[in-house]
């Protein structure tokens, strides 16, 4: 299974849509689940499989009222009690991060492998593994229990290799 996140932080709304519309389009061509950032609305006017939220977005109690039974994930950073608060709240998944140090933006938390290990035990949720992963780091967070890797920068602000040449140096 996979999923493609659209992040459009700085766009307006009219150009979002836009952009959404092709994406989806594509996504949906290749059989990869469409998730719209930051914006259950939006996810909903685009029909997107889902939605992902942070800790200053939409609460998922709102969002699933928009969304119905669309996938919702959660970003929890690097914390127990946040991945238990979306646990009990019905997340689609659980993301954590930054596990390295990236330069797509900002990053106030880094999470460790413990993390991953310790939510794993506490439900079947797919957990995700965000920041600063890269082609020579990424085993060891598939090998310490992260389902999904969200990865961004490695792929399209990679000096060296093209997004897809980037993309099949994870295979």
Known sequence: MSFFQI???KYSLKQKIYIGKKIKKLCKAKKVNFIVNDDPWLAKRLNADGCH???????IEKARNILG???IGVTC???IRLAKK??????????FGAFFSTKTKKTKFHAT?????KVNKLTNIPLVAIGGINSLNYKKLLLNKANFLAISGYVWNNKKYKPLEAVERLK
């Open 69 to 71: 039974k669309k996938i």
């Open 7 to 9: 992040r459009l932080k």
């Open 77 to 79: 950073h690097n914390s």
């Open 113 to 117: 492998t413990k993390v991953l290990k």
């Open 86 to 95: 979306a646990i009990k709240s019905n997340a689609s998944y659980i993301a």
């Open 53 to 59: 939220l942070g800790q200053k977005d939409m609460v």
